[in-house]
């Protein structure tokens, strides 16, 4: 596969249409031909029409009818599919992200629909990216940080986000949204996405000391103006935090805690593409999961 990254050019050639959105949703989901699980036959199903087209495929025998929107973001949207994908374009041809605000421009939908679109698609991110644990005997250090975002930074306010990186060098990263810096919210978090026995690195925050019995920890102290003793930071963990910031900030502007972790989770599956920029894009469209129980042929 090419890595030249796609142009809006290429996806207007590929998806120009929204009949062309739906067929690619039915073949990648259900496959060219499936068990029908009405009369048990292996079938093609084809587009039903009409007077008002529905986003349904039925049986070829027995007329049993699937909908190959059911179980994406696109359920139960009006929303032209070809403005769904054109977003996720924009979603992944970004680098700092994207604001509702944009998208209500760019697309012409209202700025609830666009706000809607916007966290749908990033909860999707999330479910491609998938948060396989991290680390391991053997592997590249895991560099593990916490860090304010957001807020105004109003002296006596708890106004800030806290949040948790767990950045594998040279790897992928697991990100948290956390109530606190306190043990109970920091090692759990660890202890489920880091694997026992990785070499991770720390700054000298008490909060992290209790991890010396699970991972061979060692850490710095920014304290002190220590920043790397040989190859012992977490300079890397603050690149992405950097990154971070400047989506909320300089994008966004405000995130409420509600939807926090849905920004972090796109800053998230945009660090671990980064590699691969051109499969950002390829990696959501493939990836709708097939329902339950098909047996795809």
Not at 190 to 206: C, H, I, Q, S, Y
């Amino acid at each position: 596969m090419a890595t030249k990254l796609p142009t809006f050019r290429d996806l207007d050639r590929r998806f120009p249409d929204d009949d062309a959105c739906l067929e690619h949703l039915m073949r990648v989901r259900y496959g060219e031909r499936f068990d029908c699980p009405k009369c048990a036959r292996e079938a093609r199903y084809y587009r039903i029409r009409g007077k008002r087209d529905r986003r349904v495929y039925a049986c070829e025998h027995c007329g049993h009818q699937v909908s190959p929107t059911v179980g994406t973001p696109f359920e139960n949207s009006r929303t032209p599919l070809r403005l769904w994908f054109q977003v996720m374009f924009m979603f992944t041809t970004t680098r700092n992200g994207v604001a509702a605000k944009e998208i209500q421009r760019a697309t012409g939908v209202t700025y609830k629909c666009a706000f809607r679109m916007g966290h749908l698609i990033r909860q999707y991110m999330a479910y491609v990216d998938g948060d396989a644990p991290v680390g391991g005997s053997g592997s590249p250090p895991v560099e593990i940080d916490t860090a304010f975002v957001g807020g105004k930074d109003k002296m006596g306010e708890d106004d800030k986000h806290i949040v948790l990186g767990m950045l594998e060098r040279g790897g992928d990263i697991i990100t948290r949204h956390i109530p606190n810096q306190s043990a109970e919210s920091v090692e759990p978090e660890v202890l489920a996405n880091v694997k026992p026995g990785t070499r991770v690195m720390t700054d000298e925050a008490k909060v992290f000391r209790g991890l010396r019995d699970d991972y061979r920890h060692q850490s710095v102290n920014h304290f002190r103006g220590e920043y790397v003793r040989g190859d012992v930071h977490v300079n890397s963990l603050e690149g992405f935090w950097a990154n971070v910031k400047r989506a909320v900030y300089g994008t966004h502007v405000h995130v409420s805690a509600k939807y926090f972790q849905n920004y972090l989770s796109e800053c998230e599956y945009r660090h671990n593409f980064r590699h691969a920029p051109h499969l950002m894009f390829e990696a959501l469209v493939l990836s709708f999961a097939a329902p339950a129980g098909s047996r795809v042929s």
